[in-house]
Structures are given as C-alpha cells and as structure tokens.
C-alpha cells in the first residue's frame, strides 16, 4: 500500500515542486512511484513529463476528483514512474466542491480519490499550489507524512508556524493519521549570512522536526525545468544533495 507524501508551504516559489519532482524520480529507482499534480500552475506536470499541461487536458486530475476514481487518469512516464497531470481547470476545485451535493467530508475527496490506485504504488508523491485553499487541505488530508518546505526568507518563515498550524488542524478535524515528517530547509545562498541565520533559526524552534539535510540553491537543480531528467548531462550535479533528503525520508516515514 503506497504511503502519500505531500509537499506544501503556502510560499510561493519555495522549491515544493522541484523537491517534489526530484524526490519522485530518485523513488522510482527503487520503488513504485505515482506523482499527483495538485497546483493548476502545472509545473509538476511540466517537471516530470517534459510536456505543456494542456497536452492532457480532459485526463487531469481535476476529473479524477470530480469520479474520485483515479484509475484512468494515470500517464506512464516511466515503468516505475506515474503522473497525474494538472492544468488550470483545477484552480475550480474549490467551487465544484462547494457547488456540488458531496456525501463524504469534503478535505478527503483526493484521499478517497486516491485510495482506487493506491494498492499499485509504494510512494504517492503531492505537489501543491502557493495557498491554504481546498487543494491544499486536501492534499494534507491525503496524506500519511507531509513535509513542509521552509526557503529561506523572512516571508517563508513567517508562513512556516501557520503551515504547521494547518496540518495540526487538519490532523485534528480530518485525518488522525497523518503526520509531518519534517521540515526541510532549502534554496540556502551559502554566501549569504542572513540565509545562514535562518536555517539557525529554524532549526532552534523546530528542532529534530528540522531534517538534517539543508539543501543549497544549485545552478543545475534550478535548470531542471529546462532540461528534465533524461539526456541531462548535469542531472547528478542537479539531484546530487537530495539523494540524502530522500535517504532520511525513507527513514521517518518507514518507521
Ligand atoms: N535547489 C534549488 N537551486 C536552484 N534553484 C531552485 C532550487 N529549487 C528550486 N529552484 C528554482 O526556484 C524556482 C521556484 O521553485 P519551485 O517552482 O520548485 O517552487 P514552488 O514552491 O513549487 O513554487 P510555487 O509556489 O509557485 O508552486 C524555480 O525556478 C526552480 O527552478
Ligand atoms: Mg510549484
């Protein structure tokens, strides 16, 4: 049975996507891995398939939720790697499921969405979008552990205690079961003495919440989007710092 893995901070332009992505793609060596895309940007889409979004337009994930059957929505990138898409129609999520007679508690329309496939993976890996919204509250409720992305920048850390807030809520209100496998600190400017101090920071407040493993800002990890991950000459250089984020990963959330 896959254990979902959800990436959130309301901060936009916090690496979720890029970590999300990488993290995925280092899984599938090893495991059975299926990407959900829950941003209507689409960027984890764009990641992971090297396509444009609307090339799946009518087979997102927007359509699973609305069947909350996910089983013909899944695109194979590669055998051990999956995706469902995202494009723009799911920013409607909120008022389809406002507007429409749902039975169930509405934060777990993705969970029980996700549940007719999850026998097939040993990883769901979620990508969110910059907001606290219904896509979001969904996606924590999914999930077994979330880890919670913390850039570092005075408006990153102002949202990190009301993020963590959220998952409290919503492991309260929702799901008893989840929970946060930790904070990971990243896109650090090791030249930058102001980066350094928040990591500090951070890591005095939150403590073993913190993982271990601070990722740096890396010019070959910030052109993944260009390149992708197959036939990129710098990808080790690129994915390289987060081979040891995915090892103590796999350590929380397997305990
Ligand atoms: N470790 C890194 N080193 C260098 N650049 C990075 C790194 N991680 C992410 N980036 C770049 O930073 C930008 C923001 O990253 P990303 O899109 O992953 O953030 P996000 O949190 O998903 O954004 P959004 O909130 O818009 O969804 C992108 O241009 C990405 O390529
Ligand atoms: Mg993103």
Redesign the pocket.
Known sequence: MAKIITFGIQK????????SGIVAYLLSKEYRVLAVDM?S?G?LTELLTQRDPYDFQGHTIFEALKEQDARRYIQRITDNLHIITADDHIARFSSWLYGTPYRGNMSLVLLETLETIQEQYDFIIIDT??ALGEQTVNALAAANYVVA?FEASKFCYSALSRFLETCVHVQEKVNREMQIAGILR??IDTRRTDNKALIELVEEEYKELCFQTV?????A??R??INGFEENNELNQAVIQYREFVKELIDRVQK
């Open positions: 936009g332009g916090s690496s979720k996507t890029t970590t941003d940007q960027n979008p910059p992305m990243c896109m990722i740096t800002r890396t010019a990890t910030g993944l989007s």
